[in-house]
């Protein structure tokens, strides 16, 4: 099982931009699709987007559209989120993890979770 460990989250004003990173902890042998989510205080945890193991395909949800890209350099075993644009409504812990299967937005098609990381917009 993959174990993943998030970065990069931290304080910014509405508006302003974060990339958070997602990498994967020792040697990894074998390739997994990534998943971002997000879960606010009270709130269910929540899919943000999706890249397959290759990079070659990308899945955001409706919310995200438009203002945050997710991306992949396998060799560095890390995948990114790179947010723009962000609004209070983006604050959050957000975390990646892995799964079998591309375009998944349940988190329990995921495993191998990092511990998460803070983002907070301010207005």
């Known amino acids: 099982q993959v174990q993943l460990v998030e970065s990069g989250g931290g304080l910014v004003q509405a508006g302003g931009s974060l990339r958070l990173s997602c990498a994967a902890s020792?040697?990894?042998?074998?390739?997994?699709?990534i998943g971002w989510f997000r879960q606010a205080p009270g709130k269910e945890r929540e899919f943000v987007a999706s890249?397959?193991?290759?990079?070659?395909?990308?899945y955001y949800a409706d919310s995200v559209k438009g203002r945050f890209t997710i991306s992949r350099d396998n060799a560095k075993n890390t995948v990114y989120l790179q947010m723009n644009v962000l609004k209070p409504d983006d604050t959050a812990v957000y975390y990646c993890?892995?799964?079998?299967?591309?375009?998944?937005?349940?988190?329990?098609?995921?495993?191998?979770w990092g511990q998460g990381t803070q983002v907070t917009v301010s207005s």
């Open positions: 890249v397959s193991y290759r990079g070659a395909y990308t």
């Open positions: 020792g040697r990894t042998f074998s390739n997994n699709h």
């Open positions: 993890a892995a799964s079998d299967f591309a375009q998944q937005r349940r988190p329990e098609m995921y495993h191998g």
